[in-house]
C-alpha cells in the first residue's frame, strides 16, 4: 500500500486545505444556485437556448466542463480529441485516458485495462447500453471483455471512463465503465450537417496500401401539423447517420521461442524445445453502421431509436519455419557441458532437431450489433426515462487452412539467444531449412468455430425533485438483463495417402524477413493448400468428442433496483445510494476424457445477490478549484470459462483442467481522493489517489492433490489446474495536466503540453504461498503530447508508455513460466491544415518508434518467448464538415 499512503499525503493536505475553504466561503445567494453534484434532467438539456449543456462530442474544452459538473469521477475524450491523432480504433483513443493501460495485438490495441485489473473485470457500454463481448479470446480465460478494436473511432461521438460507480449504473464494473457515446452531430449546434473524412496510406514493412473513409450526416425533420397533436412543429424528427470504412493489410515479423523445463536434471534455462520464425499479413476490413434517430412527441415526451453494426474481417496469411526438438540432448550428461556447443561458450548443441514449414489461412468476422428503443417522459412531479435494447457480440472463424510439412530425417543444429532480439542458429551438416524440397505434408488442419453472446435488457428509472436543499432529486430505478452466450469449434484434420512435396506448393524465391535476418524460404501457395485440402490426395477425419469438449452454452440473468439520492447544499454536491443486483445463471459444458475420448455433459446453476452502496462527495474550494472524497462498491462475476462445469481430464497423465463451479464473485470496494484545478479554456490539472479492496478475488489455481473427484482420479495423486477465490487490493496514484499557453505572443500562443500518468500497486498471492500483483497490473503508465494549435495549423507529437504486466499463468506450478508482456513506449503524430473553413488536409504517423511487442517467460531471469514489430503506418487525407 506504499503508493496509496505516499500519494494519500499530498493530496490530504489539500483536502484539508479545501475543508477550510469550504466552511470560510459563504453560501451562494439563493437567486443564484450552483450545479455542483446536480444531475440535469431531460427536460433542461432540451432547452439549449436558455442553459448550455456541454457534450462529449463537441470540444476539449466542453468535455473538461463535464468532467467538473460530474458528481463523479469521469474522464471524457470527444471525438475531436480523438482524431488529433492516428487512432484507427476506440481501444487506441482509450489508451490516451488516465487510468487506461491499452494492451495490444495484431499492431493494434485491442484490450484495455483499468487502474491495473485485467480486461474482463471492466463494464462496457454504447449510448448506456452494456455491450457483452466479441471476441472471446480474453487474456484471463473470463470470456467478458469487450475487444474494442471492432469500433472504429468515427463510428462513436467520444468515450466516456466513470471510475466510481452510481447506484444507477451496472455495478459489474470493478475497475471502471467505458461509455462509448453515439454520433449526434452537436458539435454542430443542431444544425443540418454532413461530415466526410477520405483519405489513403502505406505501411512500408510489406508495401502495402491503407484506405480510410467515412461519412456523418443528420438533420431536422418538420412534423407539420402532427399526428392528433403529437410530432408537430419544427425539428419533430432527428435522424444521425454514420458509415465508416477502413482498410489495411498489415505486415508483422515475429520470432517466438519456447524452452525446456528441465532444470531439476542440470539443463540450463536458456536451453529451446523449439525456435520460431513468423512472417504474417492481416488483411483486415473495419467497417461501422450507426444510426440515431430522435422524435419529439411533445414538450414533454421524446422517443429515440439507436442501431450499431460494427466489425472487422480479417484473412490472416501466415508462415512459420519451426526448429523443434532443440532439447533433444537434454537428457545427455554430464549436464551442462555436454548440451554447450563447444564453438560458443554462450550457444547449445542439439543433436537430432527436427524442421518444420507451416502455414495459416483464415478468416474470422468479429463484429458487435446493437439496437435500443426509448424515451423520456416528464410529468408534474417526475420524469421517466426508458428503454429495451437488445446487443450481440459474434466471432465466426469461417475458413481456416493450417498446412503442416516436416523434413522426416533429422538435423544437428548449433543455436545461441545471445540477443534476445535476434536468436542465431546454424545447421552442423550442412542442410538448408529455406529448401522446400525437404519437407513433406503432415496434414492440414481445418478447423472452424463460432462464439455468441447475445443480451436482452430493459430499464426503467423515475427522477423525483426534492426539497430541502439548493438543488435535490431522488432516483429510482428497475433494470433486467438476460445473458445467453455460446462457444462451437469443430477441427477437421486432411492427412495424405502418400508423399507429397513441399517443392510443388512454392514460388518464387527464398523469403528474407525480419530486418535481413532469416530466410525462411520461398512462399508457400495458400491456393495450392486449399486445393489439397478440398482434393482427392488424402482423408478427412474429425474427433467430435475432442472437438466439442470446449463448447459451452450459458444463461446469465441479472435483476436489479436502486436508489439514488443527489443534492447540493451550498458548496458542497453528494450523491449516494444503494443498488441490488440478483444473479440467476446456468453454466454449462462438457467433462472430456482425454483417455477415452468420451464427452460427459455437465451443467451447473448459480444464484446470488449483492448489494452495493456508494457516496461520493465533491466540494467547490474556489470557482475553479474542486476536491472529492468517494466511496463505491461494484462487482466482477467469475468468467465463463473460469466457472464453467466442463473439465478435460486424464487418467494416464493424472491431470486436470477444470473450472470451478463453486466460485463466487468477487466484490470490490473502492475509496478515491482528488483535486481538481479549471482554470478555463479547455485547461486542467489534477491529481487523486485510490484504494481498492477486493473480496474472493479470482485467480488461477496450480496444485497436487491426493485424488480428484473424477473417474479413475479418486485415489490418484492429481495435478489440478483450476481457478480459486481469495483477498486482493490495487492502489495508485492518478495525475493529468493540459494547457495551451495563451500567454505568450503570437504565433507562440499555439504551443501547448498535455500528459497524465498513473502508479498502481496490487497484490494477491498469484500462487500458493507467492504474492505478487495481480494480472494486467503496470505500476506505470504515462501519456504525455506536444501541440501546436493555431489556425489553420494543428500538430500533436504524442507518447505513451507502460511498464510491464503479469500476461497469462503458465502450465507449471509456480512462477517460472508465467508470461509478462514487456514494457512499451510509442510515438504518434498527427497533424492538420485547414484550406478553408470547411475543409482540412490531414497527415498521421503511427508507431514512429516501430515498438516490437515482446513478451517474456518467468518472473526472475525472464526469457524472451516473443518478439513482433510492425513498422510505422502513414496516412493522409482530407476532412470536410458542412453545416
Wanted: one cysteine or more.
Amino acid at each position: 500500500m506504499s503508493i496509496f499512503k505516499s500519494g494519500a499525503a499530498a493530496v490530504a493536505v489539500l483536502l484539508y486545505g479545501a475543508s477550510i475553504a469550504v466552511a470560510d466561503t459563504p453560501a451562494p445567494d439563493a437567486n443564484q444556485p450552483t450545479d455542483i453534484g446536480r444531475v440535469r434532467t431531460g427536460a433542461e438539456k432540451e432547452q439549449g437556448d436558455q442553459q448550455v449543456v456541454p457534450n462529449a462530442t463537441t470540444n476539449r474544452a466542453a468535455a473538461i466542463e463535464m468532467k467538473k459538473q460530474a458528481p463523479n469521477l469521469v474522464e471524457i475524450q470527444p471525438l475531436s480529441e480523438i482524431i488529433k491523432l492516428p487512432d484507427i480504433n476506440t481501444a487506441e483513443a482509450l489508451g490516451r485516458i488516465p487510468g487506461i493501460t491499452l494492451e495490444t495485438d495484431s499492431g493494434e490495441g485491442r484490450f484495455v485495462s483499468i487502474r491495473g485489473l485485467d480486461s474482463d473485470l471492466n463494464g462496457t457500454s454504447y449510448g448506456g447500453v452494456r455491450l457483452p463481448a466479441s471476441n472471446p479470446s480474453s487474456p484471463f480465460g473470463g470470456g467478458r471483455a469487450v475487444a474494442f478494436d471492432t469500433f472504429p473511432t468515427g463510428i462513436i461521438g467520444g468515450v466516456e471512463l466513470t471510475k466510481t460507480l452510481q447506484p444507477d449504473m451496472d455495478a459489474e464494473a470493478l475497475g471502471g465503465s467505458i461509455n462509448l457515446v453515439p454520433r449526434t452531430g452537436a458539435e454542430h449546434g443542431g444544425a443540418p450537417f454532413l461530415d466526410a473524412d477520405f483519405g489513403s496510406g502505406y505501411e512500408p514493412l510489406r508495401r502495402t496500401p491503407v484506405y480510410h473513409g467515412e461519412i456523418s450526416a443528420g438533420r431536422g425533420f418538420d412534423g407539420g401539423d402532427g399526428i392528433g397533436g403529437w410530432f408537430a412543429g419544427a425539428n419533430a424528427f432527428s435522424a444521425v447517420v454514420t458509415a465508416v470504412y477502413h482498410e489495411d493489410s498489415r505486415g508483422i515479423d515475429d520470432v517466438e521461442e519456447s524452452y525446456t523445463d528441465q532444470q531439476s536434471k542440470g539443463v540450463p534455462d536458456k536451453v529451446f524445445s523449439d525456435l520460431q520464425f513468423r512472417r504474417y499479413e492481416y488483411h483486415r476490413k473495419r467497417y461501422g453502421l450507426a444510426a440515431n434517430f430522435e422524435a419529439k412527441a411533445s414538450e414533454s415526451t421524446n422517443f429515440y431509436l439507436r442501431l450499431l453494426w460494427s466489425g472487422y474481417i480479417e484473412t490472416a496469411n501466415k508462415h512459420f519455419l519451426v526448429l523443434k526438438n532443440l532439447d533433444s540432448d537434454a537428457g545427455c550428461t554430464p549436464q551442462p557441458s555436454c548440451i554447450q556447443d563447444p564453438n560458443n561458450p554462450n550457444g547449445f548443441i542439439a543433436s537430432a532437431a527436427t524442421l518444420q514449414q507451416s502455414t495459416t489461412d483464415s478468416t474470422e468476422r468479429i463484429q458487435n450489433g446493437l439496437g435500443v428503443i426509448g424515451g423520456s417522459s416528464v410529468f408534474s412531479a417526475f420524469k421517466l426515462d426508458y428503454h429495451a435494447s437488445f446487443a450481440l457480440g459474434t466471432d465466426r472463424v469461417s475458413t481456416s487452412y493450417g498446412s503442416t510439412w516436416s523434413d522426416p530425417n533429422s538435423v544437428p543444429v548449433a543455436y545461441a539467444n545471445t540477443d534476445p532480439r535476434y536468436p542465431s542458429f546454424s545447421t552442423l551438416d550442412g542442410t538448408n531449412p529455406a529448401n522446400p524440397a525437404n519437407y513433406t505434408l503432415d496434414q492440414i488442419g481445418l478447423g472452424q468455430s463460432f462464439a455468441h453472446d447475445g443480451e436482452t435488457a430493459a430499464v426503467l428509472d423515475a427522477t423525483i425533485p426534492l426539497p430541502g436543499a439548493d438543488t435535490a432529486e431522488l432516483k429510482v430505478g428497475l433494470s433486467a438483463r438476460e445473458r445467453h452466450k455460446t462457444n462451437e469449434s469443430t477441427s477437421p484434420v486432411f492427412t495424405p495417402n502418400g508423399t507429397i512435396s513441399l517443392q510443388s506448393a512454392t514460388y518464387g524465391a527464398d523469403t528474407i524477413y525480419y530486418n535481413n535476418h532469416y530466410n525462411i524460404g520461398p512462399e508457400i501457395s495458400l491456393v495450392s493448400v486449399r486445393n489439397l485440402a478440398n482434393g482427392s490426395l488424402g482423408t478427412i477425419s474429425d474427433d467430435a468428442a475432442a472437438d466439442a469438449s470446449g463448447n459451452s452454452d450459458d444463461r446469465e440473468n441479472v435483476f436489479a433496483g436502486y436508489g439514488q439520492y443527489s443534492a447540493t447544499f451550498g458548496n458542497v454536491g453528494l450523491l449516494g445510494g444503494l443498488r441490488v443486483e440478483a444473479t440467476r445463471a446456468t453454466y454449462q459444458g462438457n467433462l472430456y476424457n482425454g483417455d477415452t475420448d468420451v464427452n460427459t455433459p455437465a451443467s451447473q446453476k448459480s444464484s446470488y445477490t449483492d448489494v452495493f452502496p456508494s457516496l461520493q462527495a465533491r466540494f467547490k474550494v474556489l470557482d475553479n478549484l474542486l476536491a472529492r472524497v468517494t466511496y463505491s462498491t461494484g462487482i466482477a462475476r467469475p468468467g465463463f470459462q473460469q466457472i464453467t462445469p466442463g473439465a478435460s481430464f486424464s487418467v494416464t497423465n493424472a491431470s486436470v483442467t477444470v473450472g470451478n463451479p463453486a466460485l463466487k464473485p468477487t466484490i470490490g470496494q473502492n475509496f478515491d481522493a482528488t483535486v481538481e484545478w479549471y482554470p478555463g479554456d479547455g485547461q486542467i490539472a489534477s491529481a487523486g489517489v485510490f484504494y481498492k479492496w477486493f473480496h474472493d478475488y479470482i485467480l488461477l489455481s496450480q496444485q497436487i492433490v491426493p485424488g480428484y473427484p473424477l473417474p479413475g482420479l479418486v485415489d490418484t495423486i492429481t495435478t489440478v489446474q483450476s481457478f480459486s477465490n481469495g483477498p486482493a487490493h490495487a492502489d495508485g496514484i492518478e495525475g493529468q495536466y493540459q494547457q495551451q499557453f495563451k500567454f505568450l505572443p503570437a504565433p507562440f500562443d499555439g504551443f501547448g503540453v498535455s500528459g497524465n500518468f498513473t502508479l498502481v500497486d496490487s497484490k494477491a498471492e498469484i500462487h500458493p504461498g507467492m504474492t505478487g500483483l495481480l494480472p494486467s497490473t503496470s505500476k506505470v503508465t504515462w501519456n504525455a503530447g506536444v501541440f501546436y494549435e493555431k489556425d489553420p495549423i494543428q500538430v500533436k507529437l504524442a507518447a505513451g508508455y507502460r511498464s510491464q504486466n503479469l500476461f497469462a499463468f503458465g502450465s507449471t506450478l509456480g512462477d517460472s513460466t508465467d508470461v509478462y508482456s514487456r514494457q512499451r513506449t510509442t510515438l504518434d503524430l498527427g497533424a492538420t491544415y485547414a484550406v478553408a473553413h470547411s475543409v482540412k488536409l490531414y497527415f498521421d504517423a503511427k508507431n514512429l518508434l516501430n515498438t516490437p511487442l515482446e513478451f517474456t517467460e518467468g518472473r526472475s531471469d525472464a526469457r524472451p518467448i516473443q518478439r513482433e514489430f510492425y513498422d510505422v503506418t502513414l496516412l493522409a487525407g482530407v476532412r470536410m464538415s458542412f453545416y
